[in-house]
């Protein structure tokens, strides 16, 4: 699953290549779903119509519900960064899904929550191979990561939740007076 801006940035034409490479090695079962809006959407639909990938592939626009998306990630094995990474890294997580990541972006500080062989894996930037090389690692070793979820969850859930969040300010409230 990939959930955010469909915008060059966020590169989700090099996800959609990488997953295309990677069909013939993977289940009929597998599909992948963008769920977000942008400048790159049309391009996105020219190139699954264009390589008639619509059975696999799904453009399903941008999706604010809570309980949509948790349907969405309850159904994924993996969320997907192909760019730059931003706040979608602790959405995924706190749904308990890890997540592929670009190595070498300019990513936001919410990188800090990636940690490689434990909620996320890396390949490397704009190499094809390597992503579609992780893309098809992640589908074989699918049992031990959908068993990480759990954990996944509640360590977002311990560094990342709001409540987390704002027991370091009320900290700091109290120590400064």
Same mark, same amino acid.
């Given at each position: 699953?990939? /959930?955010?801006?469909?915008?060059?940035?966020?590169?989700?034409?090099?996800?959609?290549?990488?997953?295309h490479k990677a069909l013939p090695q993977l289940?009929?079962? /597998?599909?992948? /779903?963008?769920?977000?809006?942008?400048?790159?959407? &049309?391009a996105l639909a020219e190139y699954i119509s264009k390589n008639k990938l619509e059975n696999r592939v799904l453009l399903k626009g941008h999706i604010s519900d809570y309980s949509k998306l948790s349907d969405y990630y309850s159904k994924s094995l993996f969320s997907v960064s192909p760019g730059y990474l931003g706040l979608s890294v602790t959405q995924?997580?706190?749904?308990?899904?890890?997540?592929l990541v670009s190595r070498?972006?300019?990513?936001?500080?919410?990188?800090?929550? /990636?940690?490689?062989?434990?909620?996320?894996?890396?390949?490397?930037?704009?190499?094809?191979?390597?992503? &579609?090389?992780?893309?098809i690692d992640i589908y074989n070793n699918k049992e031990a990561w959908i068993n990480k979820r759990q954990n996944v969850c509640d360590s977002c859930k311990e560094k990342y939740s709001i409540n987390a969040m704002g027991n370091t300010f009320i900290k700091l409230f109290h120590k400064i007076r």
């Open positions: 699953i990939y /959930v955010g801006r469909l915008t060059s940035l966020k590169k989700p034409g090099l996800l959609l290549e990488a997953f289940d009929y079962s /597998v599909n992948l /779903v963008f769920i977000g809006e942008g400048e790159e959407k &049309k995924s997580f706190g749904f308990g899904v890890p997540m070498e972006e300019n990513h936001s500080p919410e990188i800090e929550a /990636v940690c490689e062989n434990e909620n996320a894996l890396f390949f490397e930037t704009d190499n094809l191979e390597s992503f &579609k090389n992780k893309i």
